[in-house]
């Protein structure tokens, strides 16, 4: 991913070259081929470039149109080239050598804010309207790419990443302690912290969304795409739904893959999304005479269990897909404390409990020569639901016949008896969610799981600082097409950094063919009951990619890939060293304003090799609280540095 910045004034003064150099610095990592900048009076824009297709080849930003007084600097990936080369007049030969960042100008000096809503592909990009003096920053439909900036009474900066805005004098070095409180919860617990970053005064511009900003600084928002059914594709034929799965998912690849410059690399996990995208790059890695590198974290070969093997579905994709080089990491390992400091600044804020895997990939991917790494997130809330309640959905619909159609595949296809099924996929899925995981699994959470000290927490919900998760209906189970909705909404209405800002520090554009907006628009007109048939979820992927999947995965019944079986044990193993951070911490008034280390100590204190699920969510707010610690201990050390 390449990078932009840039700085407005409001107060007179002219934007600084030494500012901006500073933040371009920053941002080496993603301008390996060329970083530049212009400053004129109160503007100034930057870019830093990282070549990942053929017409980046010809790409030297920022980008003026003298004509129409419009300079531009983006981030991006448009997939749409040939028909905006139509609209505009771009003859074939002139498109060849264009890069994606003039069709953006071509866009925005035709159609002016409106311009995003015209473009597909994944995208950032600010836009100086010289003659109108405004600033417009902008981030695409499902917010693959990043707009961070800061908005203060005399200047507005801008970056791709966070830790680019401290370059600018200024710009506040601080946590909000909403935030903070916020991580220090365990992930269920339905609060919120108010609007923002994890950093006082910096903003996210969000998917689907662009920010103008005037010469006197005054700001407005406009949302111009939300998650929704493509009209066109509502209301058809199960073998419409079947082909057009087929088709925009092969597009959606073939997007990214097409005009590379280097082999590109793929995180597998024998999933049926991230196995669809490998099956799908076969024969366009072909035609370029490559193959397509993969990574997975697999256990051990000694590791004798069956459910928790990704290998075995790996090695089916190997077998059904020669086009694949396969790589794996084997339980690589590394106390989840290590490294912290290196890992807050790839991540631009928060670790997460494995992202020293994914650092790991991320380097090999690299060294391998890649500069693309694609991943199957987002399947499971675009096209491919996991189905979950559909025989419930069946029921609430009133289509009775179908559903006793149902009952008798589900039984043979999962080995349930007639009760079994009556029990497991009706009466369960009938009980209230809340009720069911009492019965399960007891309460959810106490104040006793909390890491957050108990006065402190009390204190940000009286000021309202974490107030109730509010925004998004209880659906009932069975509605697919709702839940998808939902989560394809808060996705891309997100602005937190998210895997692919540590990706780019390893100088890899991460990109995620799942949450293209085509298969969103598509994936939500498709009917619930083509998720489930004959007994098997996913049909629609079993069905239209039957050519691609290995047999075994067209097959497969059961949960999507676990947990491995070390990730528990390695909580275990870490409890010495958790501990001891818990004591060298503790007596820092600063962290023990935030963390409660007496109760993370009770957390830790399960001993044995063995521990049930409630003990396993306990460690795991244990060591996301002593994260939290160490980040602010490492950011008050950065500071004063």
């Not at 002016?112 to 981030?139: C, M, N, Q, S």
């Not at 996991?386 to 959905?393: D, F, I």
């Not at 559903?403 to 009466?427: C, D, H, N, S, Y």
Request: glycine share 8%; net charge positive.
């Amino acid at each position: 991913m390449s990078a932009i910045f840039g700085v407005l004034r409001f107060d007179g003064r002219e934007v600084s070259p030494h500012e901006l150099e500073r933040m371009a610095k920053v941002l080496a990592h993603r301008g390996p081929d060329g970083r530049r900048f212009v400053a004129e009076g109160p503007i100034g824009l930057g870019h830093g470039l990282l070549r990942v297709n053929q017409e980046d080849l010809f790409e030297v930003q920022p980008i003026r149109d003298a004509e129409a007084g419009l300079t531009l600097v983006a981030d991006c990936r448009i997939d749409n080239r040939e028909d905006l080369a139509a609209e505009f007049g771009i003859d074939s030969g002139a498109l060849r050598d264009m890069p994606d960042s003039a069709l953006i100008l071509h866009a925005c000096k035709r159609w002016g804010e409106g311009a995003p809503e015209h473009l597909i592909g994944d995208f950032a990009y600010a836009v100086w309207d010289g003659r109108a003096k405004k600033l417009t920053l902008v981030r695409d439909h499902m917010g693959q790419r990043y707009v961070f900036y800061h908005h203060a009474p005399d200047f507005l900066a801008f970056s791709t990443e966070i830790k680019a805005l401290w370059a600018v004098e200024g710009v506040p070095r601080e946590m909000r302690e909403a935030a903070v409180g916020r991580r220090l919860l365990p992930p269920s617990v339905p609060l919120v912290a108010a609007r923002g970053s994890l950093f006082v005064g910096i903003q996210g511009v969000r998917g689907g969304t662009s920010l103008t900003v005037n010469r006197t600084g005054e700001v407005a928002s406009r949302v111009y795409w939300r998650p929704r059914a493509d009209p066109a594709h509502e209301k058809r034929d199960e073998r419409y739904y079947v082909e057009t799965y087929r088709a925009i998912f092969d597009e959606a690849v073939a997007c990214r893959l097409r005009r590379l410059l280097r082999p590109a690399a793929l995180m597998l996990s024998g999933g049926f999304d991230s196995s669809a995208i490998a099956g799908l790059a076969g024969p366009i890695v072909t035609r370029q005479g490559r193959r397509l590198l993969t990574y997975s974290s697999v256990v051990s070969e000694e590791y004798l269990g069956s459910v928790y093997d990704t290998r075995r579905w790996i090695e089916a994709c190997r077998r059904a897909m020669p086009h694949l080089d396969v790589r794996y990491l084997v339980a690589v390992g590394g106390a989840p404390l290590d490294n912290l400091a290196e890992r807050f600044t790839r991540n631009d804020g928060l670790s997460s409990i494995a992202d020293h895997v994914q650092h790991t990939i991320f380097a090999q991917a690299a060294s391998a020569g890649a500069r693309l790494l694609l991943d199957g997130v987002g399947g499971d809330f675009t096209i491919n639901p996991r189905g979950h309640g559909a025989l419930v959905g069946l029921l609430r619909a009133g289509k009775i016949r179908r559903l006793l159609a149902e009952i008798g595949p589900t039984m043979g296809t999962t080995g349930q008896t007639f009760w079994q099924v009556l029990k497991r996929e009706l009466l369960a899925n009938l009980l209230p969610r809340r009720l069911l995981n009492r019965l399960y699994n007891g309460p959810w959470w106490r104040r006793s799981d909390f890491a957050i000290r108990d006065d402190l927490l009390d204190r940000l919900l009286h000021e309202g600082a974490l107030t109730q998760e509010r925004g998004i209906e209880p659906i009932p189970v069975g509605a697919i097409r709702k839940l998808s909705f939902n989560a394809a909404s808060g996705y891309g209405q997100a602005s937190r950094p998210s895997r692919a800002i540590p990706a780019a520090s390893f100088g890899l554009e991460l990109s995620r063919p799942l949450i293209d907006k085509r298969l969103v628009e598509f994936g939500l007109a498709i009917p619930d009951e083509l998720y489930v048939k004959g007994g098997r979820d996913r049909y629609l992927a079993r069905t239209a990619l039957a050519d691609i999947y290995p047999p075994e995965l067209l097959t497969r019944i059961g949960p999507n890939d676990r947990p491995p079986p070390e990730r528990p044990a390695s909580l275990v193993q870490a409890t010495t060293q958790m501990l001891a951070e818990a004591d060298r911490m503790a007596p820092n008034p600063k962290l023990s304003a935030y963390v409660d280390f007496a109760k993370v100590r009770t957390m830790l204190s399960t001993r044995g090799a063995s521990l049930d699920r409630r003990d396993i969510r306990k460690r795991r707010v244990a060591l996301r609280a002593l994260m939290m610690a160490r980040q602010i201990e490492w950011f008050d050390l950065d500071n004063r540095q």
